[in-house]
């Protein structure tokens, strides 16, 4: 058994979401500075421009790149072999998790966007909840991963049910006939989550962990999956939908698919799309 | 490179008038956040007949929840939000007077037709482009329903805050326009 400080978990998940809100990433400035370099469109060439500009004016200022400062999303990888040690107060890593992301939004002045109840509506002022995902593994390292995930690329998400008489090219079909309906209400160019089988409720945590990959351009390590990658992102920016959909080649920067067994009658699939200001990160412990 | 319109507010008809969809605009003036619950509570107060909190008429709505304003610093970050949520309320608001509508996202039929008949432009603002867009921003003030937090309604005093006309007054819409010239390869 490896003992784990709670207070040094919590330490790091705070700076991780405090950073997350404020510092794109370098695979993020990467994919955007080479998308605006090879930008056909010039107005789409200008919208890419100023999206690095927000990057650099929020780094400098210390201010988060969108309002949206979103509901906190955690996947926890955890080893079996963990032996917490409750140094900081908190009941367990659960209650760790929730304050460490409580104290970053207030101590950082982000937005809280979190609303008590969905038909009452009243803001829980502190955007707690943040949803955490568990998942167990041998060993004993601990891999956070946060999503700052905002609304607006959230509502654009979908999730249908095919059967497996239904061919990939149809999936396909309809994972970009998704991203055509989002248009520019999901703040392109966006990040494509998509999730392949599982049942009802894991396709679509499937789809949202397929956002965490990093870096950005890194492909699904079956080559089937890869190769279905490209040609969906290729598929995508042949739209025209292009950067804040006004027209242009980059409406997307990458897609991620992410695939699980399913049952022999089923064949689920979802999108979850993230908007262009894609805040992921990850701490290893 | 084509320079951007300069309005300020009040906006008068004939200088929206000129514009059209595509175009860039530099706004100066005062605009009012209202999102989703702000929208609500305007509704519940003209439907019921109450004192509204700011005059529609004339008025610029930007869809947007600021973060709130950190000590280091005059504002938050501010940015739209998607203003296809707003589409129910908005043609009863343009009706009493609204001139502008700021967000992102398309508009429904029903929305474009209330924006040809009262003469109202709607413009995107930078989507995730918060940081950017609060460098254009003088100040913050709530001026209703405090207790909505971030949905509460904010005075921004802006200046030469950076817009794209999406619908102008002849029934253009960039959102149409945009992807359809860049395939049909005349950028």
């Known amino acids: 058994m490896r003992r784990l400080s709670l207070s040094l978990v919590e330490s790091q998940v705070k700076s991780l979401v405090e950073r997350c809100c404020v510092d794109l990433s370098a695979d993020l400035l990467d994919g955007l500075e080479k998308r605006r370099g090879g930008e056909p469109c010039p107005w789409a060439e200008n919208t890419l421009a100023s999206l690095l500009e927000n990057a650099r004016v929020a780094s400098r200022e210390r201010i988060p790149l ?21 140094d900081n107060g908190t009941k367990g890593l659960e209650e760790t998790l929730q304050r460490a992301m409580r104290d970053a939004y207030r101590e950082s002045s982000f937005r809280t966007s979190m609303v008590m109840d969905p038909l009452r509506r009243k803001n829980t002022g502190d955007n707690s909840p943040a949803f955490v995902h568990w998942e167990f593994l041998p060993g004993d390292s601990l891999t956070i991963s946060f999503i700052a995930k905002g609304g607006g690329a959230e509502n654009m998400s979908r999730l249908k049910m095919f059967t497996p008489a239904c061919s990939a ?17 999901p703040c392109p160019p966006t990040v494509v989550g ?85 805040r992921v990160g990850r701490v290893v412990l | 490179m084509i320079l951007p319109y300069r309005l300020t507010t009040p906006l008068k008809d004939e200088e929206m008038a000129p514009l059209r969809a595509g175009d860039q605009v530099l706004l100066t003036g005062d605009i009012y956040t209202a999102r989703d619950l702000a929208h609500k509570r305007i509704q519940e107060a003209i439907d019921r007949g109450l004192p509204l909190p700011f005059p529609l008429k004339g008025a610029v709505l930007f869809y947007a929840g600021p973060t709130p304003k950190p000590p280091h610093r005059h504002v938050g970050s501010v940015g739209p939000t998607t203003s296809g949520r707003m589409d129910p309320y908005a043609p009863l608001l343009y009706s009493l007077g609204v001139k502008a509508t700021i967000g992102k996202g398309p508009r429904s039929p029903r929305v474009k037709e209330a924006q040809l008949l009262h003469q109202c432009l709607y413009m995107a603002a930078l989507g995730g482009g918060a940081a950017l867009l609060s460098l254009s921003i003088l100040s913050m003030e709530v001026v209703a329903f405090p207790e909505l937090g971030p949905e509460a309604v904010y005075l921004f005093k802006v200046r030469d805050f950076p817009l794209t006309v999406i619908n102008d007054l002849h029934g253009g819409d960039f959102y149409l326009e945009g992807p359809a010239r860049y395939r049909e390869g005349r950028p």
């Open chain 1, 194 to 278: 998509v999730g392949l089988g599982g049942n009802f409720d894991t396709v679509s945590w499937l789809a949202k962990r397929a956002l965490l990959r990093t870096p950005l351009e890194a492909a699904n390590l079956d080559p089937f999956y890869g190769g279905m990658e490209e040609r969906l992102l290729k598929k995508i920016n042949g739209t025209g939908i292009g950067p804040q959909g006004l027209g242009g080649e980059t409406t997307s920067l990458a897609v991620h698919v992410e695939a699980a067994p399913c049952h022999m009658a089923t064949l689920p699939a979802a999108v979850n799309i993230n908007c262009h200001a894609h």
């Open chain 1, 169 to 185: 090219e149809e999936i396909e079909a309809w994972i970009v006939e998704t991203v055509v309906q989002a248009g520019s209400n």
């Open chain 1, 66 to 86: 969108c309002q949206d400062t979103g509901m906190a999303v955690f996947f926890v990888l955890l080893g079996d072999d963990l032996l917490f040690e409750r």
